[in-house]
């Protein structure tokens, strides 16, 4: 009977591990697995995210298929083999599971793109702690004292771990998709170029995954954890701040304003995404506002504006890099309040509309990254 009931458990737990790898971790690391839920990484596929949705319906058709899945939905693997997209529970709930991102052992650098190079390896993670970087694999341990009556255990019952991979430090695990994705005229529609040196002081998990609050894993409680629903344009928006100064220069004739990015990539090179400068001015109670300077990378072949696929040239290029000035007309004066705010947009309105997903406010609403007053 025993034995039996563990056969049942097992087909059970295996059952459940082939239709969603990800709502295991749920149950040793549930806060960090509600973070993910949340996440642009969750929302990856055209089923969960109406942008890529839109471009994909209008993006033209190969013969391999649905040719965004090694980054979109690299866990589906039927689809990875037949690059036929469907509609499924993967798509929906794991695109980019949590066994596909901690099983990254290496990026494999490409003219296209990169490609993550993964173990295969069942229930043997890659992940790093600084204390522990260095050690032997971590495996589950018991041990007892006091005559048995006190029993102690460390490590994961689960699975293996491996805290010496040096990706998962300098962030370079993420750059087989966060680097940079060049169309079929050998230009980069992305615009990351973030592979990462040991010397930066900011990485891509030190940015987007900062140490929050709550206990990273049940079985042995942290004060923190790497937050997993990557902050940036979907959440903690503000967090992002940091990278980002303001300094404000006063002239004979108006003022301008420099953006400075301590990131180390451009600000807003997506594909038909705009950064939004917004500059008020209090003036004894009353306020002035300044018409907005828009941050964006217009994509064009022939001299116009085409789909990302299809360019193979930039229009205009006003993204952020090292540093960006922006003028304004208006001359500051004793006593002025000039606050400054800087948003993004996931998409453009005007790019909303050529996909027909105007409607959706969500995609185009403006997110704070981060608001500065100062007084002269």
Request: contains cysteine.
């Amino acid at each position: 009977m025993k034995n039996f009931l563990s056969l049942t458990l097992l087909l059970i737990l295996s059952s459940l591990v082939l239709a969603n790898e990800s709502k295991v971790c749920q149950k040793c690391h549930p806060i960090i697995y509600e973070e993910y839920y949340e996440s642009s990484h969750r929302k990856a596929s055209t089923v969960n995210n109406p942008i890529h949705k839109a471009m994909w319906d209008k993006h033209p058709k190969g013969a391999d298929g649905y040719s965004c899945a090694k980054c979109h939905s690299p866990s589906d693997k039927e689809l990875m083999k037949t690059g036929l997209l469907k509609d499924n529970n993967i798509q929906k709930e794991e695109p980019i599971s949590c066994v596909y991102c901690h099983t990254i052992k290496d990026v494999q650098e490409g003219t296209h793109s990169n490609k993550n190079i993964t173990t295969n390896k069942n229930r043997e993670f890659y992940t790093a702690e600084a204390d522990k970087k260095g050690s032997a694999k971590a495996e589950y341990k018991t041990k007892t004292s006091w005559f048995g009556l006190v029993k102690e255990s460390s490590n994961s019952p689960f699975h293996k771990i491996d805290y010496n991979n040096e990706n998962y430090y300098s962030g370079n695990v993420c750059m087989g998709c966060h680097s940079h994705t060049n169309n079929e005229h050998s230009f980069d529609i992305t615009m990351l170029d973030a592979m990462i040196d040991k010397n930066d002081k900011n990485t891509c998990v030190t940015c987007h995954m900062p140490q929050v609050s709550g206990t990273k894993v049940t079985l042995n409680e942290t004060k923190t954890h790497a937050y997993h629903g990557i902050a940036g344009i979907y959440h903690m928006n503000k967090s992002m701040g940091q990278y980002i100064d303001f300094k404000i220069d006063k002239k004979t004739e108006g003022f301008s304003v420099n953006v400075i990015n301590k990131s180390n990539h451009a600000l807003f090179g997506q594909s038909f995404r705009q950064g939004v400068l917004k500059v008020e001015i209090d003036r004894t109670g009353k306020k002035i506002s300044l018409e907005p300077f828009i941050f964006t990378r217009i994509m064009g072949k022939d001299a116009k504006e085409v789909m990302p696929w299809n360019a193979n040239e930039t229009l205009k290029d006003t993204l952020v890099y090292a540093k960006r000035e922006v003028s304004f007309k208006e001359s500051l004066k004793s006593g002025d309040r000039v606050t400054i705010i800087l948003g993004v947009k996931r998409i453009s309105k005007e790019a909303a509309a050529k996909l027909n997903i105007e409607n959706n406010k969500e995609a185009t609403r403006l997110r704070i990254l981060k608001t500065e007053s100062f007084e002269f």
